[in-house]
C-alpha cells in the first residue's frame, strides 16, 4: 500500500535568506521560541542559534545574527 506523506516546514529563511543552509525550529516553556540555524557567506558557514526571543519573532533575531556575521565578516 502506498501512503502520501506532506510535511511543513516551519523554517522562514531557508527559502528567502540568500546563502541559508537551514535551520531547527523549537519552542519550550522554559525556553520560548528557539531557532538553530546556518548560512554560507564569502566560503564561511557561519552558525546561529536564538533561545527564547525577545522580540517574538526567532527568525527575525537570526537574521540579524546573520547581518552582523556578514557585516563584520567574524
Known amino acids: 500500500e502506498n501512503r ?3 510535511g511543513k516546514n516551519l523554517d522562514k ?3 528567502v535568506y540568500e546563502g541559508s543552509l537551514g ?3 523549537g519552542w519550550t516553556d522554559n525556553a520560548g521560541g528557539c531557532y538553530a540555524g546556518a548560512f554560507q557567506y564569502n566560503g564561511v558557514e557561519y552558525i546561529a542559534v536564538v533561545l527564547n526571543s525577545k522580540t517574538g519573532n526567532m527568525f527575525k533575531d537570526t537574521k540579524k545574527l546573520f547581518e552582523y556575521a556578514k557585516m563584520y565578516d567574524v
Request: aromatic letters at 12%.
Open 23 to 25: 535551520g531547527k525550529t
Open 13 to 15: 529563511l531557508v527559502a
Open 4 to 6: 502520501t506523506y506532506r
